[in-house]
């Protein structure tokens, strides 16, 4: 008589039997290839490099923010570019803020919040001149990496030996399975592309571009990791930030925007709000999709105002701008679709909006009645590769492939350029 355990050993020697065929029927060969290969810095050494150093030449500009007459624009990867813009006419760049694997910034009140890689820092700017990094919450944003040279294989990565920062493109020759994928799989944040004044107890935030991934409403910031969740940090006390709540969004998600109590999250999938009723845990209300395509969006009342674009970064096929209606956040609808020739950041100011439209340059449009915009163009301003735009106060700060423009728009008749600031390899 068959009792269990002796059918549970057949099962056993079944399954042992079964894996050492599968091992004899395994192949290698030997392979020449090229592969990324990660740069370590020590974690001490990571988190004992911010510094500010004179001010550097801007080279490879990403986002742009703006408080209390400075300008702080981001050197992908590098840090912040300190810029005195109380004169529009002449800007300064006073400092650079180095920090490792910043792509990201938001103030509130005296305080600077950065991404660092994998670290969120708080940095101390009453004088801007001096700044001091006061604390930082440790692995706020895990498993992320620096641009890597995409097609190729990608080396293990061992956490152990620290903070990746670069990779290296090596040739290799390994005995490898037959057949075998090492493809990189993990996260990929290469295309780092390039709200409203609100107070906050007493503090104020500033003002960022469209692009940005970074919002502070009261005592909370809300920051895009890994472009599939939205994460809540209390920064109530600045020495004691800690995080509140981590949504995971099954979506890429690129772009936040506050406005009146919500987050409006951009993604390539569609447009997203959240409410703030509790700031410590946004409550999803409602989402206006659309077909792929990367999509920055700005608010103004009762509309939102999305830009969606082709490109292989965006997996799209369409240049436009959608006007939605969110007269009722729970059900936004669709109000009118302009053509557009390769649109990426926005911003608006009453009823004046400001497209960044690829390589057509910068457009300014009578955006009053929505169904007409596309008709009602005030100004264009062409040959400017233009990425992100910030409005305040009839100014108007650029940030392009060739450097920041800023613009007088008090006269919507008579727009002006104030003021150009290079980047270093266009002077």
């Given at each position: 008589?068959?009792?269990p ?30 592969k ?16 500010k ?8 500009a ?61 940095i ?50 390994e ?14 944040k ?49 020495l004691?930030?800690?995080?509140s ?36 845990h ?18 103004q ?50 009823d004046?909006?400001?497209i ?48 920041v ?23």
């Amino acid at each position: 008589m068959r009792t269990p355990y002796n059918f549970l050993i057949s099962i056993v020697a079944l399954i042992i039997a079964i894996s050492v065929n599968s091992c004899k029927d395994k192949s290698y060969e030997i392979i020449t290839y090229k592969k990324n290969v990660p740069v370590y810095m020590s974690y001490e050494d990571f988190r004992d490099s911010f510094k500010k150093t004179s001010p550097q030449e801007i080279r490879q500009a990403g986002k742009i923010y703006f408080k209390d007459n400075y300008l702080f624009v981001n050197e992908v990867n590098k840090g912040i570019h300190v810029i005195d813009n109380a004169n529009p006419s002449s800007p300064q760049i006073v400092a650079f803020y180095e920090i490792l694997g910043n792509v990201d910034i938001a103030i509130r009140g005296n305080i600077l919040y950065a991404d660092s890689y994998i670290d969120l820092v708080m940095i101390e700017i009453s004088d801007v001149l001096n700044p001091v990094e006061i604390a930082r919450v440790n692995n706020a944003f895990p498993e992320i990496y620096p641009p890597y040279e995409f097609g190729y294989f990608q080396s293990d990565i061992d956490v152990s030996k620290g903070i990746i920062v670069d990779w290296n493109v090596e040739t290799v020759t390994e005995e490898v399975e037959t057949g075998s994928s090492r493809w990189f799989t993990g996260l990929y944040k290469g295309d780092y592309e390039m709200v409203d004044d609100i107070a906050n107890g007493g503090e104020t935030t500033g003002i960022a571009g469209s692009m940005a991934r970074f919002s502070i409403y009261q005592d909370y910031l809300y920051a895009i990791n890994r472009m599939t969740s939205l994460k809540s940090f209390n920064i109530s006390d600045p020495l004691q930030v800690s995080v509140s709540d981590s949504i995971n969004i099954p979506r890429t998600i690129e772009t936040l925007f506050y406005s009146n109590g919500h987050l409006f999250i951009g993604s390539t999938s569609g447009m997203l709000i959240y409410s703030l009723a509790n700031p410590s845990h946004p409550a999803h209300v409602s989402t206006f999709e659309h077909i792929t395509s990367c999509d920055p969006v700005v608010v103004q009342d009762d509309y939102a105002f999305v830009t969606l674009r082709s490109g292989n970064e965006c997996d799209g096929y369409t240049n436009q701008l959608d006007v939605i209606d969110i007269s009722n956040l729970s059900y936004p609808t669709l109000v009118k679709t302009h053509p557009m020739y390769n649109p990426h950041g926005l911003g608006i100011d009453g009823d004046v909006i400001f497209i960044c439209d690829g390589d057509q340059g910068l457009k300014i449009f009578d955006a009053s009645d929505p169904y007409q915009i596309s008709d009602n163009m005030l100004a264009q301003f062409p040959d400017i590769n233009a990425f992100d735009v910030i409005p305040y106060n009839n100014i108007l700060m650029l940030i392009s492939s060739e450097g920041v423009y800023q613009y007088d728009y008090s006269d919507l008749q008579n727009i002006v350029q104030l003021s150009f600031l290079p980047i270093g390899n266009n002077n």
